[in-house]
């Protein structure tokens, strides 16, 4: 599987657009990129994926650049609850691997 | 609705005790999965199974053990050989094409050894 790189840590304001950046330079041509959240002891949650296209659900938006080297994940309105640790993941078959992810925390 | 229920949330255990953590779905997911988690970093991969009465292992498989005789049922026995094995425990399950939304994942199960 390809390896991620994300910062460790970030800060946004309650209200304001999030963007998550994440660097997979080594993707393969068949690898998804995918992004969950893990609020404080609780069980990751799927938030969005896609392949080449940009994708939107009611959650979040995924920018995948046209090299797929890089993502972004975008929280367009953040919350309080959106404070969590994000995962960037690229996957091809069954196994995901997690890695540290980026430690988001919504300021009021 | 269906989900994936760990049990039980909490679960203290002696030295050189065998524990054994229990994971039900109801999803009808093909693929179950568990993980690792100790404080402040990312999910490691202890075994992981796409059928029953088959499993692999993952990453850090040293003292653990696993079964699958039901498509619901994945339970993680902590061995004592496990020599550190207080941590947060995930179990996940998929359907087994990567096109689709991934994995659905339990409430954890957190493991102090005392």
């Known amino acids: 599987d390809a390896k991620t790189t994300q910062p460790t840590s970030m800060d946004c304001a309650e209200g304001r657009a999030a963007n998550l950046p994440c660097n997979h330079s080594t993707i393969s041509g068949n690898e998804y990129v995918y992004w969950y959240r893990q609020i404080h002891s609780q069980g990751p949650q799927y938030i969005i994926h896609?392949?080449?296209n940009n994708e939107t659900n009611e959650m979040a938006s995924l920018i995948i650049t046209e090299d797929r080297k890089s993502s972004t994940l975008i929280l367009p309105h953040a919350t309080l609850r959106d404070t969590a640790v994000y995962y960037c993941i690229v996957r091809f078959d069954y196994k995901l691997s997690f890695g540290a992810g980026t430690t988001v925390t919504v300021r009021a | 609705d269906g989900g994936i229920t760990q049990s039980p949330k909490y679960l203290f255990r002696k030295e050189g005790q065998n524990v054994t953590l229990s994971c039900e779905q109801n999803l009808n997911h093909d693929a179950m999965y568990w993980y690792r988690q100790d404080p402040g970093q990312g999910l490691r991969l202890i075994y992981y199974s796409q059928i029953v009465n088959d499993f692999q292992k993952g990453d850090i498989a040293e003292g653990y053990s696993v079964s699958r005789e039901k498509k619901e049922s994945f339970p993680l026995t902590v061995t004592s050989a496990q020599k550190n094995p207080t941590a947060f425990y995930l179990c996940a399950s998929s359907i087994d094409q990567p096109t689709d939304y991934g994995y659905t994942f339990g409430s954890g199960t957190r493991l102090t050894v005392v």
């Open positions: 896609g392949l080449k």
